[in-house]
């Protein structure tokens, strides 16, 4: 910023940035209110007045965002997919065998879920568009693939037994979808129970030792 700006054009140029950031916060925030609501009671119960009223939004500002609900569903789709596909290449730039690797995907996904609230639940998309449709499953397939190579590389270093990965993924995402149905209710629930119930019933079965 130059000493000689003029105030009153810096404040003008200012405002929009400023203006977007807020409608970017707004939007994240009605979408977790959206995947928080959806989960819990389903795309077909969910209204857009309550996914509103979680937030203090009404429906007209609500409406401002998404032109209905199942633009806000697809959104909510795209938005874990991102999260999810992020957290994979994370985990596969740092390297180690395929047992770690897997073990560090699912606590960082039990993490980011603390920070940035549950994921959609991945289990149905069958109410959106034909092609909106097409397109999560088409983007859930490649990152099942990606999921797949962890257990493909287990079994080529040693870590994990043989087994059949894309089985064994399909049985892994099952259980991490009815997480986010299940376990809110359970009291003093923790990402460390979660992941020793995991590792108890999951990933000591793949381990080789």
């Known amino acids: 910023m130059s000493k000689g700006g003029d105030p009153v054009a810096l404040a003008e140029e200012a405002r929009p940035m400023a ?8 939007r994240e ?21 309550e996914i509103g009223a979680a937030i203090d939004l009404r429906d007209a500002a ?37 047992l770690c690797k897997l073990r560090r995907f699912l606590r960082a996904l039990l993490d980011d ?37 962890f257990l493909e590389e287990g079994m080529a270093d040693g870590t994990i037994v043989a087994c059949e990965p894309p089985l064994v993924v399909q049985l892994l995402v099952g259980m991490l979808i009815w997480l986010t149905k ?17 590792e108890t019933t999951a990933l000591q079965g793949l381990a080789t030792t």
């Open 113 to 149: 879920a603390v920070t940035n609230g549950p994921q959609l639940y991945f289990g149905d998309s069958s109410y959106l568009a034909d092609d909106q449709r097409k397109a999560i499953e088409a983007w859930t397939a490649r990152l099942a693939k990606r999921l797949e190579r």
């Open 29 to 49: 925030a009605i979408l977790r209110a959206a995947i928080e609501t959806i989960n819990a009671k389903g795309f077909a119960a969910a209204t857009m007045t």
């Open 62 to 98: 609500l409406y401002y965002y998404f032109p209905n609900k199942q633009a806000l569903a697809f959104a909510g789709h795209q938005q874990s997919l991102e999260r999810f596909e992020a957290i994979l290449g994370v985990v596969e730039a740092e390297g180690g065998t395929g």
């Open 182 to 198: 299940w376990t809110p209710g359970t009291p003093g629930l923790t990402n460390e129970r979660l992941l020793e119930a995991i």
């Open 19 to 26: 203006q977007s950031l807020k409608s970017v916060k707004k």
